[in-house]
């Protein structure tokens, strides 16, 4: 089969398609034949060396990749042969491997797929999912919020947007240039609830204001950090929330006691930590897919373009959820 193949760590370069020997499920496994294999940050964190404290540096050579989605095609001692070719998404954790034609999955970390929900479209909430629903869990999320959400145009800011909107609270949506622009636009189209902005253009929030009348942003979930964080911040009316889950800006939000204090924000950061109840979150993130709430946006690569997606996605030019496609 093939498979990406890590020998070192270093940038995207160290990605590699080789041919390898198919793997055999052991006990308690199943494998799987990958249909789509998510890409996520953490997996440009583990490639480059650069592993979070929460996990083990991974022994080398690896087959990075810790979301999949396919159909089951054989399983291991014991395990029940009735899921041979049933359709399955599931996140590996630390045993990675998705980045493959076929992948040994743990068969209590598999969820059924249904019919009307396509390969892509599950691996993006098995993993991205499950992290929005924690986040809105942790936010709070009210119907009567009006919600900022910088980068709008990722995978987990598109999330977002979704589930705000299904919530039936209302999103600014901000993105990072004209060429994001039709991705933003195009998640909804109700123009009373959702309104997209230029974070490039300096004018956003007279802007905002503009649209918003009298309404105030109560939250900003923010994923970008840098100028548009802080000029975001400075939008939210008295009482408002911030949760901060990253700054791919390369700069984290800027703020002191005085903006909390003297404003009554709350401050929260949720993804300091282990996410609890795994299982639930990614249950209920594939259940909004299937029931249409969510329709993630998914930007698909091969796999011999395992180290471009790697790229895109470490200069902030993927659209949505980047998927490998076998």
Excluded: C
């Amino acid at each position: 089969m093939r498979a990406v193949i890590q020998r070192e760590f270093g940038g995207p370069q160290v990605l590699v398609v080789e041919e390898v020997d198919l793997p055999a499920p052991a006990d308690g496994q199943v494998r799987v034949r990958v249909e789509a294999a998510g890409v996520h940050a953490v997996d440009v964190n583990i490639r480059a060396g650069d592993v979070p404290p929460s996990m083990p540096r991974p022994p080398l050579p690896m087959t990075p990749g810790r979301e999949v989605a396919g159909r089951v095609d054989a399983v291991g001692p014991g395990v029940d042969k009735t899921l041979i070719g049933v359709r399955v998404v599931a996140h590996v954790g630390f045993l990675n491997g998705g980045y493959a034609e076929y992948a040994l999955v743990p068969v209590a970390a598999l969820h059924i797929v249904p019919d009307d929900v396509t390969f892509p479209h599950a691996v993006a909430s098995i993993g991205t999912g499950r992290t929005a629903q924690y986040v809105l869990d942790e936010a709070r999320l009210q119907a009567t919020d009006v919600v900022i959400v910088p980068g709008a145009s990722g995978g987990l800011g598109s999330h977002l947007v979704h589930l705000v909107l299904s919530s039936g609270a209302t999103v600014v949506a901000l993105y990072g240039g004209v060429r994001k622009r039709a991705i933003v636009e195009g998640l909804a189209s109700d123009r009373e609830r959702f309104f997209a902005l230029d974070a490039m253009d300096d004018s956003w929030p007279s802007q905002m204001d503009g649209l918003l009348g009298e309404r105030e942003p109560s939250l900003l979930i923010d994923g970008v950090g840098g100028t548009t964080a802080r000029a975001a911040l400075e939008t939210l009316g008295r009482g408002g929330r911030v949760v901060i889950i990253g700054w791919s800006s390369g700069d984290a939000l800027q703020l002191d006691t005085d903006d909390i204090v003297g404003r009554s924000l709350t401050v929260g950061v949720p993804l300091g930590r282990p996410l609890p109840q795994l299982r639930e979150l990614e249950a209920r993130a594939l259940a909004a897919v299937a029931e249409r709430r969510v329709e993630p946006v998914v930007d698909e690569y091969p796999l011999e373009r395992a180290s471009e997606a790697h790229v895109r996605l470490e200069r902030r030019r993927q659209r949505g959820k980047i998927v490998l496609v076998p």
